[in-house]
């Protein structure tokens, strides 16, 4: 096994860091290598805005749900869908690039673009001895998200990334067994096939939070899934979108 295999396989999110900035060398490779990543057709449709100031960052904490670790880190990121840039390509050459631009395939590219420059990202920084975490909870307020940022019309946040050096590491979460994920030729329909697979990542998964927390958590993951699931959550989305200009055909 390379550096770089055991680098993603030990992967696990922290939560909590130690009071001390990245350098300026550090957030540049860190960019640099997320625009390494593969991009749809070159298009390059994501942008990230790095976040310093203190001030912003507590902000941003609080409409992702009070998450400190938003406000105290390394270096907050927040990664965007960003078609705005396209929008004045088509202006520049005089071309009508609005009907590709507003499309849902469009729209798709944006967020794959971005999701992989954001896991070069993460693979960069994690090599470096840093930890990181995604942060969803942006998406909790996302008009007061695009204020506090100056986000134009065609570029939505879509998560965080708080990077930094970590001060406390937890164990590694286990995941899904590899069966349940890879599926060779065709997708695996068995139900008692999945059903079964399910009960015993139920099981490890319920270990790992009893051995965690010294006895105090034992949930299983189905629960946890189920019980997310069944809450109605950031339901404003498509109208957002679209009122950004996106996704609209």
Request: net charge neutral; proline share 3%; with cysteine.
């Amino acid at each position: 096994m390379n550096e770089v295999i055991a680098t993603i396989l030990n992967h696990r999110s922290i939560r909590h860091f130690e009071e001390k900035p990245l350098t300026e060398e550090q957030i540049k490779t860190i960019v640099s290598c997320a625009q390494a990543a593969a991009t749809s057709s070159n298009i390059q449709a994501y942008s990230i805005i790095g976040v310093k100031d203190q001030e912003r960052k507590k902000k941003l904490a609080e409409l992702a749900g009070n998450q400190s670790y938003v406000e105290n880190n390394g270096h907050f990121f927040v990664f965007c869908a960003d078609l705005y840039r396209h929008t004045l390509i088509g202006e520049k050459n005089n071309k009508n690039v609005l009907p590709s631009i507003e499309s849902t395939e469009k729209f798709m590219v944006t967020l794959i673009d971005a999701a992989l420059a954001a896991q070069n990202a993460v693979i960069a920084a994690e090599s470096m001895g840093l930890g990181i975490c995604y942060i969803g909870g942006i998406r909790n307020n996302l008009t007061e998200v695009q204020k506090l940022l100056k986000t134009p019309e065609r570029v939505i946040p879509l998560f965080g990334m708080a990077i930094g050096y970590p001060a406390k590491i937890p164990d590694q979460k286990p995941r899904l067994p590899f069966e349940h994920i890879y599926h060779e030729e065709e997708y695996q329909q068995d139900k008692n096939f999945y059903l079964n697979q399910l009960k015993e990542y139920d099981e490890l998964i319920s270990n790992y939070y009893d051995k965690r927390t010294g006895g105090k958590r034992k949930d299983r993951w189905t629960e946890q899934i189920a019980a997310m699931l069944e809450k109605q959550n950031r339901m404003y989305m498509r109208d957002f979108v679209q009122k950004n200009k996106l996704d609209l055909h």
